[in-house]
């Protein structure tokens, strides 16, 4: 595991990172800019009327949903982070005992998972803080994109689909990442999960919100043979069943992709958000 996280992200970052947490939020408005070109709003609205209609199983067991959070959401789940971000067991920036730095922010709900001796456990070794509880709204939607993503699958991939859904999940674990500019995660397989929820292939299910990553997903990890996909602010990815134990990482955030509504109702920073809940 720790080849793939290496030295430290920007020191800006580091700047408001303090003993409450790390806000994901800036303090001041967003700067004023002048409207968005009408063809920039109305690719946004394109997106935002496309909400729930472009699924598509990118292998066995992992379905990608376009644009699958609204608008509302979106917003509601970057002020609850922000909210339970800088509170206490809120954003940190984890590392190894070495010094070595992930890119990245993280907080988890539910439990906690430890990047360094890659276990889950009640609180978290650093500051023994517990983590936050997951939001009942993030369990809802979690449990309609499963339900939604199977009844794509029942209705539209050929042969005998029952094999091909993915199994419910009632996740006790959520990682919430949080990428600035210059995060990045690598290559890395989702493996300290129970024996029996890999075994069942339970998903593992992902919520992208703000800029867009280039997010890259193979059977080795070997990154020259992984697939590649850009994710966009709203989309859902799921990997379960037969992608269960996908290598799986986040090559680089393509900047200003985030929807500028998204910003001007939360003044999110420029960065990527990404929720990963899973069943322990
Ligand atoms: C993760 O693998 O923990 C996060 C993946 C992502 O950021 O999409
Ligand atoms: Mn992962």
């Given at each position: 595991?720790?080849?793939?996280?290496?030295?430290?992200?920007?020191?800006?970052?580091?700047?408001?990172?303090?003993?409450?947490?790390?806000?994901?939020?800036?303090?001041?408005s967003?700067?004023?800019?002048?409207?968005?070109?009408l063809?920039?709003?109305?690719?946004?609205?394109?997106k935002?009327?496309?909400k729930?209609?472009?699924?598509?199983?990118?292998?066995?067991?992992?379905?990608?949903?376009?644009?699958y959070?609204?608008?509302?959401?979106?917003?509601?789940?970057?002020?609850?982070?922000?909210?339970?971000?800088?509170?206490d067991?809120?954003?940190?920036?984890?590392?190894?005992?070495?010094?070595?730095k992930?890119?990245?922010?993280?907080?988890?709900?539910?439990?906690n998972?430890?990047?360094?001796?890659?276990?889950?456990?009640?609180l978290?070794?650093?500051?023994?803080?517990?983590?936050?509880?997951?939001?009942?709204?993030?369990?809802?939607?979690?449990?309609k994109?499963?339900q939604?993503?199977?009844?794509?699958i029942?209705?539209?991939?050929?042969?005998?689909n029952?094999?091909?859904?993915?199994?419910?999940?009632?996740?006790?674990?959520?990682?919430?990442?949080?990428?600035?500019?210059?995060?990045?995660?690598?290559?890395?397989?989702?493996?300290?999960?129970?024996?029996?929820?890999?075994?069942?292939?339970?998903?593992?299910?992902?919520?992208?919100?703000?800029?867009?990553?280039?997010?890259?997903?193979?059977?080795?990890?070997?990154?020259?043979e992984?697939e590649?996909?850009?994710l966009?602010?709203?989309?859902?990815?799921?990997?379960?069943?037969k992608?269960r134990?996908?290598?799986?990482?986040?090559?680089n955030?393509?900047?200003?992709?985030?929807?500028?509504?998204?910003?001007?109702?939360t003044?999110?920073?420029?960065?990527?958000?990404?929720?990963?809940?899973?069943?322990?």
């Amino acid at each position: 595991m720790k080849n793939f996280w290496d030295k430290s992200q920007n020191d800006d970052d580091n700047e408001r990172l303090n003993h409450s947490g790390f806000d994901i939020c800036q303090k001041d408005s967003p700067p004023f800019k002048l409207k968005p070109p009408l063809h920039v709003t109305n690719r946004e609205r394109r997106k935002q009327s496309m909400k729930g209609q472009s699924i598509t199983v990118l292998r066995p067991g992992m379905v990608l949903m376009k644009g699958y959070i609204s608008s509302a959401d979106q917003i509601s789940i970057v002020k609850k982070c922000r909210e339970l971000g800088i509170s206490d067991g809120g954003f940190y920036q984890p590392g190894y005992s070495s010094g070595t730095k992930l890119h990245l922010k993280m907080m988890c709900l539910g439990k906690n998972w430890d990047p360094e001796s890659s276990l889950y456990s009640e609180l978290r070794p650093s500051d023994n803080t517990k983590p936050p509880g997951i939001p009942e709204t993030f369990h809802d939607l979690v449990k309609k994109a499963i339900q939604d993503s199977n009844e794509y699958i029942r209705g539209n991939v050929g042969g005998s689909n029952e094999g091909k859904v993915v199994p419910n999940m009632s996740p006790d674990i959520c990682i919430v990442n949080f990428y600035s500019k210059n995060g990045r995660l690598g290559l890395h397989q989702d493996k300290d999960e129970s024996e029996t929820s890999k075994k069942k292939g339970l998903p593992v299910v992902s919520f992208s919100i703000g800029d867009s990553p280039e997010f890259l997903y193979g059977e080795t990890r070997a990154v020259d043979e992984a697939e590649k996909v850009t994710l966009e602010s709203g989309d859902v990815l799921i990997f379960g069943r037969k992608s269960r134990l996908i290598y799986h990482g986040v090559t680089n955030i393509v900047p200003d992709t985030a929807p500028s509504s998204l910003i001007h109702a939360t003044n999110m920073s420029p960065g990527r958000l990404n929720l990963t809940f899973r069943k322990y």
